[in-house]
């Protein structure tokens, strides 16, 4: 079993920045790849990017290159998600995910 949450979302404004947290806990945490993921009002749950959790490789979907970053935090424990110029459609929740197993989500809400 493993227990996923995110934090670090809020309100920004067109063209600002974020990062997104996700921690985890649970006796096998250290074996997953993590994977940040969104979904927007009316669409489908899209995949970002994924990292091993203990670092490494990091990959990314196509439209996320270049703005997003996934990276392992040693000092926090976390596989974070730093977001630059940040745009009106980026308004979501973002999610990260382990196998099967989810967190709650955080609200990311850009303005104009």
């Known amino acids: 079993q493993v227990q996923l949450a995110e934090s670090g979302g809020g309100l920004v404004q067109a063209g600002g920045s974020l990062r997104l947290s996700c921690t985890a806990s649970?006796?096998?945490?250290?074996?997953?790849?993590i994977g940040w993921f969104r979904q927007a009002p009316g669409k489908e749950r899209e995949w970002i990017a994924s990292?091993?959790?203990?670092?490494?490789?990091?990959y990314y979907a196509d439209s996320f290159k270049g703005r997003f970053t996934i990276s392992r935090d040693n000092a926090k424990s976390t596989v974070d998600l730093q977001m630059n110029n940040l745009k009106l459609e980026d308004t979501a929740v973002y999610y990260c995910?382990?196998?099967?197993?989810w967190g709650p989500g955080t609200q990311v809400t850009v303005s104009s």
């Open positions: 995910n382990a196998a099967n197993f």
């Open positions: 649970g006796r096998t945490a250290s074996r997953f790849v």
């Open positions: 990292a091993h959790w203990s670092g490494g490789n990091t």
